[in-house]
């Protein structure tokens, strides 16, 4: 008795061990992990947070700047007298200073500083949200081609046990001595041929699951695995989107097109910045010093009554000639912005041929599920005619299991379309509303 609760324990645990280490990751679950730990999109969330940084220090350009001194001097003074001797009379001075200055004027260019450093964490943002745009149908083609793979390994499965079955008839058939050894000799070869498709069908699954769990940077990809969505009753709810319009609406909005907006209006404040360089700038200044001396017959808190000197001032820079070089620097920043209105209209085409690419690909895809179920069906009554016969004996079993393998390749062409149709589907309904939902 306690043997046999121990062995019920133990099988216990190893199903708890077991299924704690397949746990199932729903999309959402693999969505929300890699936005939080995938290391290309923490560098870029630090690219932004670097951003922010350059916009304070933009801003304190605008602060006065405060500096303090201290200097000590020590002379070394030798003097001759009548007797032809030599007096050392060294002297030791320490001089105090502090001077603060603060701009009032500089063509504005700390103004345009600061609202181009806006621009750019702006612009760091919306390459953060590109980016993770990316990794999302990324994930959402992964976890899709997941789910096919384990729909065609269920579909070999179900295929090796239905020829296994026949197979132990005609096993016993041929022992009495009812079919031929080339049947048996078939139905054997036919069983070897959906076991090693079945194996292949679990390596390409394997795979799969591979792929996702290094998109997730897991530590033990051998363990990932994924829930299993009730995708037919997602097809009712699948919807094709005009390309041009959807394009219309999704260029307002699309953070890579919004990334090269916020990219030429900072080249705007850099023309601005370089044209700053043609005007006067004015600082003003303030300042103390103080000095003590060892020499003088004065205490210290005297001395530095006595020898010190606030000043105070106005400095005016006024640009003259300067060999050309805020005239090229204008002409340059110009050709920036016109390098980044460029790219602007490349992003904004590629937005648009992306678009016209999902839209053309999900019409085909829904062509070729709609035509891959037609296909389906009628090779399903192709092949229930095909085993009436071979019951009967009217057809031999080549042909049988030929008709077997058409039903197999079309179960898994249907499948095939489908999922590259709701992927397709998905896609177009990312660019519209950016999000996936099922």
Known sequence: MKIKYLIILLFLGVTLLSTKAQKLWTLQECIDYTLENNLALRMQELDVRDKEVLVQSARNQMLPNLSGSVNMTESFNFSGS????????????????????????????????????????????????????????????????????????????????????????????????????????????????????????????????????????????????????????????????????????????????????????????????????????????????????????????????????????????????????????????KLNYDAMDLQLAQVENQLRETIKEAYVSAVAAQSNYESAQKTLDATKESFRFAEEKYKVGAISPYDYNTSKSQLMQAESEMLRSKYQFIFSSKVLEFYKNNTITF
């Open 82 to 333: 009548s007797d032809n001797t030599y007096t050392q009379g060294n002297s030791f001075n320490t001089g105090f200073g502090a001077s603060a200055g603060v701009p009032l004027f500089n063509g504005f260019a700390i103004r345009n500083s600061i609202s181009q450093a806006k621009v750019d964490r702006e612009a760091a943002e919306y390459n953060l949200e590109s980016r993770k745009n990316n990794v999302l149908l990324l994930l959402l083609q992964s976890y899709l081609d997941i789910l096919m793979k384990k729909e065609l390994v269920t579909i070999a499965e179900q295929q090796l046990a239905s020829t296994q079955k026949d197979k132990e008839a005609v096993e016993i058939k041929y022992e009495v001595g009812e079919v031929s050894k080339d049947i048996y000799l078939e139905n054997l070869a036919q069983e070897a041929r959906e076991m090693a498709t079945l194996n292949e069908a679990k390596n390409n699954l394997a795979y799969s699951r591979l792929v996702m769990a290094h998109i997730l940077d897991l530590e033990n990809p051998e363990e990932f695995d994924v829930v299993t969505l009730k995708l037919p009753e997602v097809m009712a709810k699948v919807a094709l989107y005009n390309a041009a319009i959807l394009f219309n609406e999704t260029k307002l909005t699309w953070p890579e097109v919004k990334s090269a907006e916020k990219n030429l209006e900072s080249s705007e404040y850099t023309i601005a910045q370089a044209k700053s360089g043609y005007y006067p700038s004015v600082s003003a200044f303030a300042g103390y010093s103080a000095n003590y001396y060892n020499t003088s017959n004065l205490s210290f808190s005297d001395q530095l009554d006595a020898f010190s000197r606030p000043y105070m001032g106005v400095n005016i820079s006024i640009p003259i000639f300067s060999r050309f070089t805020n005239r090229n620097n204008v002409k340059r920043a």
